[in-house]
């Protein structure tokens, strides 16, 4: 299937966008403030905009490639077979915290349609931003779903292999 390298590939692109736009935005800020007392008009709204969705458009992917932040303190004293299943129960759980994430910025972004909520000083919509964020997050449940899914048939990682050498 195609699609879903298309869509990590879009993503990730969109991700690396976001991130040179917080960096030139933040370098003209910095200079125009301290060597031309002239601050850029909007920087801190850029960048706090971009911030937010660029970290909501990582999750799908770096939850599809397992390497997020991960607190194991069973690991040591589980088999492998443990760690599969420790695995499906922690990602169907995340899947399930995804799924209340996103009805929370889908209606999220429904309240801030309904009272046409806009940015301070580019009055951009607030909604379609919450829209994204919850997409994102059903994303993100799809990719914990698949990982239940890869872990209960066998096709996830090697569990019997250290942390950094897993496929």
């Known amino acids: ?12 692109l ?5 991130l040179c736009v917080m960096v030139i935005v933040t370098c003209i800020d910095v200079i125009g403030r301290y060597f031309f007392a002239a601050p850029l008009l909007g920087a801190h709204e850029m960048i706090t905009l971009a911030m937010g969705i660029m970290i909501y458009l990582g999750m799908p ?7 997020h932040l991960v607190v194991d ?25 995804f799924i209340l994430f996103s009805y929370l910025l889908l209606f ?3 309240g801030l349609a309904d009272d046409l909520m806009v940015t301070e000083d580019f009055e951009i919509e607030q909604a ?21 899914v890869d872990d209960f048939t ?9 942390k950094g050498s897993r496929d």
């Open 1 to 12: 299937m195609q699609l879903i390298p298309t869509i990590s590939k879009a993503l990730s």
């Open 14 to 18: 969109a991700a690396i966008v976001l």
């Open 73 to 97: 303190l069973a690991g040591s004293v589980l088999s492998p077979n443990g760690k599969r299943i420790q695995q499906i129960v922690v990602n169907a759980i995340a899947a399930l915290t």
């Open 108 to 110: 999220q972004g429904f």
């Open 154 to 162: 066998g096709k996830g990682p090697d569990y019997s292999k250290p």
């Open 61 to 67: 992917l770096v939850t599809a490639s397992r390497e």
């Open 128 to 148: 379609p931003i919450a829209y994204l964020m919850a997409g994102m997050c059903f994303l993100t449940i799809f990719v914990f779903i698949n990982h239940v």
